[in-house]
T-cell receptor, first 114, second 112 residues
């Protein structure tokens, strides 16, 4: 158990809908990272928040957005969902903002868009 | 060009048959290399961080080593429970954003 929690574990929704994925980092960690993992793309970085502020952005679609709240939990919002958005979504946390610190991953949310 | 390349893509071993997995990278000014283990449908589990060439770290049957261009994950006398996908990752800065870049992984199967 990494100490990172994610909810829900599974999500099934229809195209065009909007969903929210939630992540709570390990106690004491200030950074939260979001990743997408699909079979053909591997693990892809989406976005990072550090202590409430956006720190880095990867190839995140405009239909996706995220935020980190004062209690440091984070939410990833996915809207206008398409079939291709079906994937595992992971969040990870680390103590610092730099990427040369270990990141600890949550169990993931499996999103299925039908 | 992929910044992180792992080989082989898949590896089948018999229990007790030692081997090595490779992770090569092209980023300059390496600021760390990470190894993770991932079981199907689960989140990656952190194994090791290596920061400088010549560094080695061990955990049970796993030993990670680092050179200037690549890292190896040596598995000694593996057991079936070592079956998993092993991922390596390096920090890289692209477009002004620093991010962790992952390889596609090596899927290890250890048969009893």
């Amino acid at each position: 158990d990494s100490g990172v929690t994610q909810t829900p574990k599974h999500l099934i929704t229809a195209t065009g809908q909007r969903v929210t994925l939630r992540c709570s980092p390990r106690s004491g960690d200030l950074s939260v990272y979001w990743y997408q993992q699909s079979l053909d793309q591997g693990l892809q970085f989406l976005i990072q928040y550090y202590n409430g502020e956006e720190r880095a952005k990867g190839n995140i679609l405009e239909r996706f957005s995220a935020q980190q709240f004062p209690d440091l939990h984070s939410e990833l919002n996915l809207s206008s969902l398409e079939l291709g958005d079906s994937a595992l979504y992971f969040c990870a946390s680390s103590v610092a903002g730099q990427t040369n610190y270990e990141q600890y991953f949550g169990p993931g949310t499996r999103l299925t868009v039908t | 060009e992929d910044q992180v390349t792992q080989s082989p893509e898949a590896l089948r071993l018999q229990e007790g048959e030692s081997s090595s997995l490779n992770c090569s990278y092209t980023v300059s000014g390496l600021r760390g290399l990470f190894w993770y283990r991932q079981d199907p449908g689960k989140g990656p589990e952190f194994l090791f961080t290596l920061y400088s060439a010549g560094e080695e770290k061990e955990k049970e049957r796993l030993k990670a080593t680092l050179t200037k261009k690549e890292s190896f994950l040596h598995i000694t006398a593996p057991k079936p429970e070592d079956s998993a996908t092993y991922l390596c990752a390096v920090p890289d800065t692209q477009g002004g954003s620093e991010k962790l870049v992952f390889g596609k992984g090596t899927k290890l199967t250890v048969n009893p």
